[in-house]
């Protein structure tokens, strides 16, 4: 018998199986509605449960899960999760304050606390400074804000919190809020700072901007802290934006 010529066989490949994912999200929120209600049936702890509030934790926990994919495509916390994370956060302390019904009197450091934390993270750039100077640079401003706010709320928080180390010492200093606006500044300028580096030390109108920016924060915060005339902002500020274009025109020649 004569040899058949071999033939390759063309094994079709298998079909793919579709994998359901399902969303952990949905299960978490019974599971956190039944701990609250037997809490409160057992009356373990006394405390105001409004169950309306419950239908604000739906655009947090679906914000928690975009980021959680985005992170998952592309294992990197870039804008899409750090936007998300801090949406999150916002919405989810003011669905906690609403449905406990807590005191907004008291409470409303807890407001500023979330939003300096969402801007924070949302300035938290990720982006290669290399090819994107300007972007990341002004990206930073939004963390250095976010982070004063952060401890302005801080602040203002451990005013109704019974630790009297903590008390005492802002009794002592009233003007303290003045530091988080100092701490605001300080990383404005230093975000000027770099982007004159990366631009090898030329001066542009962003650069311009983000001093001026920088200059004004820091003196508004000085002045504060000190308890200074007010009236004399306007001049400190317009002998600051002198001395900067006195510098540029310097370096220039």
Not at 24 to 39: A, K, M, Q, T
Not at 96 to 118: E, H, N, Q, R, T
Not at 168 to 182: D, E, M, R, S
Request: hydrophobic share 60%.
């Amino acid at each position: 018998m004569e040899n058949l010529p071999e033939t390759d066989t063309i094994i079709p490949p298998e079909p793919k199986q579709k994998h359901h994912k399902t969303s952990v999200w949905w299960p978490l929120i019974l599971i956190l509605i039944g701990v609250i209600l037997l809490v409160q049936n057992l009356h373990i702890a006394e405390f105001t449960f409004h169950w309306w509030a419950l239908f604000i934790f739906i655009p947090v926990f679906a914000s928690l899960n975009s980021g959680w994919k985005s992170l998952q495509q592309t294992g990197r916390f870039n804008s899409s999760v750090r936007s998300n994370l801090g949406s999150a956060i916002l919405i989810g302390t003011v669905a906690v304050i609403l449905m406990f019904g807590m005191d907004w009197s008291k409470v409303w450091p807890v407001m500023v606390i979330a939003g300096g934390l969402a801007m924070f993270l949302n300035g938290l750039s990720s982006i290669d400074p290399n090819e994107n100077k300007r972007v990341s640079v002004w990206m930073g401003l939004g963390a250095w804000i976010g982070l004063g706010g952060m401890v302005l709320g801080l602040g203002f928080l451990a005013q109704y919190l019974p630790i009297p180390a903590m008390q005492t010492w802002l009794a002592a200093y009233p003007k303290w809020w003045a530091i988080p606006i100092l701490v605001a500044g300080a990383g404005i300028l230093l975000n000027g700072v770099v982007l004159i580096a990366r631009n090898n030390w030329r001066m542009n109108w962003e650069t311009w901007s983000i001093l001026l920016i920088a200059a004004f924060t820091i003196a508004v915060a000085v002045m504060a802290f000190f308890a200074l005339d007010w009236n004399l902002l306007f001049p400190v500020v317009l002998i600051v934006c002198g001395v900067m274009v006195l510098a540029g025109i310097l370096r220039k020649r």
